[in-house]
């Protein structure tokens, strides 16, 4: 009888979700639509959401200017306990986790700049930072290069800079993760492209990857091939699907706005999953770029929420 209620829970939400986001957009009331909507899915989805599907708080940067507490006790109120986030504008590693404690959410990875990476004398207060916010995770999302250029010299930097970095943070007992955004996969040498460099020249003992599928796939690239070729190297995963029949380029942009629910643009999330889970990747975080991430993460959860129990 618990299962049928549990199950019967899952599709009452994914009815009264859409609907009341539906009378959000006709009302004059769209934030009382938007709290009663969070409100009566929360206990459904809560029950369900594993421990390993989180957010990327950069979805939520906007409302997070506006109201940080209350942007973070509506992402506990999703049903989602574990985010990737930044030491917080304006607060420090003990405020910033003092601020999720009370919201009721952990940090396993805390996103930093390739700029302090590239310097030995930031590395002790990474550490502290990490240590204190609870991360394992250290997670760099960009190589500095010059406009839409990105050259071989460029790779070759950043997986010196990744391998001493890397190796210092793995000695503190954190793993460090690069984040391609799309520009890496241009091509090399014959049948590579510039990414197989960085993968083949760090050392997967203190340099690992996250992958965003978005930019895996707007370059042209597969995810599910890539998490094949290079199985022991992803660790995490973004999760964002693409609005279908978008173009995509190699040069790390798009339009935020091509960000839509997961489950209803081009990728195949199911495939990308069920690959994920067989080579272990560890997490999994949303994460809606769009001006309309709050309506779309809770329905992104109802959908990927079934695919990660499905082993």
Request: proline share 5%; glycine share 6%.
């Amino acid at each position: 009888m618990f299962e049928i209620i549990v199950k019967s829970r899952h599709y009452i939400a994914l009815i009264i979700l859409p609907a009341l986001f539906i009378l959000k957009k006709i009302s004059m009331h769209k934030h009382f639509f938007l709290s009663l909507a969070i409100c009566l899915c929360s206990q459904w989805i809560a029950a369900q959401v594993p421990d390993n599907l989180g957010v990327q708080l950069y979805s939520f940067r906007n409302e997070m200017k506006k109201d940080l507490e209350g942007t973070l006790k509506m992402v506990k109120g999703m049903g989602l306990t574990t985010v990737e986030t930044s030491v917080f504008n304006g607060k420090n590693a003990a405020e910033t986790r003092q601020i999720l404690d009370k919201a009721g959410l952990k940090a396993v990875s805390m996103g930093v700049g390739f700029d302090d990476l590239a310097k030995p004398e930031k590395w002790d207060t990474m550490v502290m930072n990490a240590r204190t916010l609870g991360a394992k995770f250290i997670m760099c999302p960009w190589i500095p290069h010059n406009g839409t250029e990105f050259t071989i010299e460029d790779v070759k930097k950043a997986a010196a800079v990744f391998n001493a970095s890397g190796k210092a943070l793995k000695k503190k007992g954190l793993q460090l993760i690069y984040h391609p955004h799309g520009y890496e996969f241009r091509p090399y040498l014959e049948n590579t492209l510039l990414f197989d460099y960085l993968v083949n020249n760090t050392n997967r003992k203190y340099v690992n990857f996250e992958m965003d599928i978005y930019w895996i796939k707007n370059p042209g690239q597969d995810p599910v091939a890539w998490l094949r070729k290079y199985p022991k190297r992803w660790k995490a995963m973004h999760v964002k699907d693409q609005k279908k029949g978008v173009p995509g380029n190699q040069n790390g942009q798009s339009d935020v706005e091509w960000n839509v629910v997961a489950g209803t643009g081009s990728l195949d999330l199911p495939a990308i999953f069920r690959e994920a889970q067989k080579i272990g990747v560890e997490y999994f975080f949303i994460e809606d770029e769009s001006s309309h991430s709050v309506e779309q993460v809770p329905q992104s959860i109802l959908y990927l929420t079934p695919l990660l129990k499905k082993k």
